[in-house]
């Protein structure tokens, strides 16, 4: 069976949005990524714990050392519990972690309460924190987004350099700097549209914003993800070139199972 090589993101799946995710458009699971041996698993969507094992060469949960969960909506936490069965093996594995803002252990959790047990650790995000998930994963999250749940964006320094997620927000300029010195940088990218409606409470980045910010940070590589359905129809592949070449930076269009291979930031 083919191995799983080190050093890489995988992005078991690429929805955002309602509409994209009830449909299965793209697929709604999470993104796992691989740094020197250390497996993390981020915002484990609806279908996460079936992709994993459907992948080739498949991913195994009880190889993951943390779960990240940056905020409470259906299409990031869907899989959560399920996710913590398997990575703690219902909790005979006991050095493992999860990290997820206070909302998704109050009200109507989608933490469960007897799946907290099993964890080594479950750390609350506030926005300016500092997380060592492992020797080789120091994990920030530098700013509150601007959403409808408590959500924070993710900062990861690696051995590989600086790798950063800017899950869903509307635009906001306090995220230039937040994201500022990223190597990588990871965008959730719902609408095409240059229309927030704020007042509908549709807070998403557009693809102008992603523009914006990306020209900002100038990372190595710039990965957009997480699309709505006027993205998908303008074919997200045709908009990333376009944008690289509009703005010099390298720009990717996710796709579901694609494979960021790390090493080639060295
Ligand atoms: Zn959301």
Redesign the pocket.
Known sequence: MAQNKTNFIKFLGTAGARYVVARQLRSSAGTWMNIKDDNILIDPGPGTLVKCFSSRPKLDPSQLKAIILT?R?I??STDMNVMIEAMTDSGHSKDRIVIAPEETITDEPVIFSHVRPYLARLELMKAGMEFKITQNILLSTPVSHY???E?YGLKFKTPHGVISFI??TAYFDGLLDAYSNSDVLILNVVRFENKTDREKGILHLTLADAEKIIQHVKPKFAILTHFGVTMIRAKPWEVAKKMSDAIGVTVIAATDGMTFDLSQLQ
């Open positions: 905020h909506h299409d990031h959403h409808t749940a959500t899950i869903d």
